[in-house]
């Protein structure tokens, strides 16, 4: 049996959930705002005294690999509408900048044009640069998923490259180096 499946999941305060077994869609609401997922509808959710388990229909594969998965989705949902969600991603470069408006970031990469890129409405974005630092982008939400793509696609803009260690990296994330060429003779 899955080990993560049979984790009972949290219910938060303040966090209510709806799980219409037909059409396999369970719905949960909180104080940061409301998350939807589709699930299978052979699986069911048993709850007992605040805390929420999933149960799978049957031993097959098929259902063995999707226990785990749906837990772990209804997991980050209830915990992100209750206490959200935050990423941030540091530029590190000479000349590397960002700066956000409106769900909108700027950034200049060492490209020969800034780079506009618009965040979706529920995640808020901002970004902070002090004299003598790397400038970091924080990414704040509570969708889990979202904020991970809009953090890998902000990575992707410039990615860290091994020799000097340029690019854009989560904090505190480490960077192997390699050594350059030596010197001939």
């Known amino acids: 049996m899955s080990r ?7 219910i938060a305060a303040g966090v209510t959930y709806t799980f219409d077994q037909k059409a396999g869609q369970i719905v949960v609401k909180g104080p940061k705002g409301e998350l939807v997922q589709n699930m299978d509808p052979a699986f069911k959710l048993v709850e007992n005294e605040g805390t929420l388990t999933v149960e799978r229909p049957t031993e097959q594969k098929r259902h063995k ?3 785990g998965l ?3 989705l209804i997991s980050n949902m209830v915990e992100g509408v209750s206490t959200g969600y935050k990423k941030q991603l540091e530029l590190v470069g000479v000349g590397y900048k960002a700066s ?25 974005v901002t970004a902070e640069t002090e ?9 704040e939400g509570y969708d889990k998923q979202l904020i991970g793509q809009i953090a890998a696609k902000i990575k992707s803009l410039r990615e860290v490259e091994p020799y000097k260690g340029k690019g854009i990296r989560f904090v505190g994330q480490f960077v192997r180096r390699k050594a350059g060429k030596t010197a001939s003779k």
């Open 131 to 139: 004299k003598g630092k790397n400038p970091i982008i924080t990414l």
């Open 100 to 124: 956000a408006q409106n769900n909108v970031l700027e950034l200049s990469l060492g490209y020969s044009h800034n780079i506009w890129l618009s965040v979706p409405k529920e995640i808020k």
């Open 4 to 10: 993560i499946g049979r984790k009972p999941i949290e």
């Open 70 to 72: 749906y837990r772990s």
């Open 65 to 67: 690999a999707l226990h």
